[in-house]
């Protein structure tokens, strides 16, 4: 895991998404995306294993945008799947992440699907 700390940059579509992974105690680290416009989606509490593939499994169990504008939305679920990883590029996917979160009748805040994107080490 340690191998992976740092910036990782990708494309989806004509959009640039950055993930970051930075080791915040012995054994524990901080994930994020950081999205075009510049906005953080934080995990705050995961679950980290491996599957039979030598993919890494990262269970969301909270996590949240860093502004304030989105501040009630808590997002409870959700899996990051790193795949195919070298020193200098894996390949990110994003599962499933919710409940969508209402921010008003008729403005729902979510964090999209990503799939097999190429990210390569900045």
Known sequence: ???LQGIWEGRDGNDII???INKSGKNDFLFS???FQGEKFLINKEKISENNQKELIIEIKEAKFSSYRYEKCLF???EII???SSENQFS???NSVG???FLTYDVIM???DIKDILMTKK
Request: charged share 30%; proline share 4%; hydrophobic share 35%.
């Open 76 to 78: 409870t679920k959700g």
């Open 1 to 3: 895991m340690e191998k």
């Open 110 to 112: 979510t964090m999209d």
């Open 18 to 20: 950055k993930f970051e």
């Open 92 to 94: 990110l996917s994003l």
């Open 99 to 101: 409940p969508k979160c």
């Open 33 to 35: 995306f950081i999205n």
């Open 82 to 84: 790193i795949s195919n």
